[in-house]
């Protein structure tokens, strides 16, 4: 039964500390979402990326978040310095390939791991 | 821009009645919606999705979904409740925004359907 797999499930740590999150994404999904999610702002788009490359990472604070994909079996996000506004719940999401004649029935759904909370104090 | 609206942040439903979660969207071009579910502590899961053909969906765990083009809505139903569908569900559509991935989708609020015994 394939799965997104998530590492840390739970974090917490003191303002100031670099906080990293890791993803495994299916084996052949060629794109990798970020998500924040928090009561508040509900569910969040950070960054994207496809066959390892960044797409989009608008959503993203830039001055302390970075996203990448070393390999196509591992995707980090990266908090430095982590502040107590980033406590949220971060999913990675990853798709199968969209085909490339970009047809209705290429188009797939996200499959999301289980998350990780993460409590800034 | 792409948008979803969902209108109700909860639903309660009494288990063996029909439920509906509501659903609009704001799309440029044609439709494609999606419904996922997210049980507590987990990620979302899908259900299903709308590209073209039939407009009503069937999905996973006895979900269906109706896509009326003339209202802009793709409403999530179910003829029966079980109190184990008591979840968040999330109603999203593709981003369609010019240069954008189409693996890219945006999601709804997100509606918490509580069912009662």
Not at chain 1, 66 to 79: G, N, R, V, Y
Not at chain 1, 111 to 119: E, K, Q, S, V
């Amino acid at each position: 039964d394939a799965r997104v797999t998530q590492t840390p499930r739970d974090k917490v740590t003191e303002m100031g500390q670099e906080v990293t999150m890791r993803c495994q994404p299916i084996l052949g999904h060629n794109t990798v979402f970020w998500y924040r999610q928090t009561m508040m702002q509900g569910l969040e788009l950070l960054a994207y990326f496809r066959n390892r490359a960044p797409l989009d990472d608008s959503g993203m604070p830039k001055d302390r978040f970075s996203a990448e994909m070393p390999d196509a079996t591992l995707a980090t996000l990266k908090i430095q310095p982590s502040e107590p506004r980033d406590s949220a719940v971060y999913f990675c999401a990853s798709g199968l390939p969209v085909g490339t004649s970009g047809g209705a029935s290429s188009y797939n759904e996200q499959f999301f791991g289980p998350g990780t909370r993460l409590t800034v104090l | 821009a792409q948008s979803v609206a969902q209108p109700e942040d909860q639903v309660n439903v009494a288990e063996g009645n029909p439920l509906t979660v509501k659903c609009t969207y704001s799309v440029s071009g044609n439709p494609y919606l999606f419904w996922y579910v997210q049980y507590p502590n987990r990620g979302l899961q899908f259900l299903l999705k709308y590209i073209t053909g039939d407009n009503l969906v069937k999905g996973s765990y006895g979900f269906e979904a109706e896509f009326n083009k003339s209202q802009t809505s793709f409403h999530l139903k179910k003829p029966s409740a079980l109190v184990s569908d008591s979840a968040l569900y999330f109603c999203a559509v593709r981003d369609t925004t010019p240069y954008s991935s189409a693996s890219k989708i945006i999601f709804g609020s997100g509606t918490r359907l509580s069912i009662r015994p």
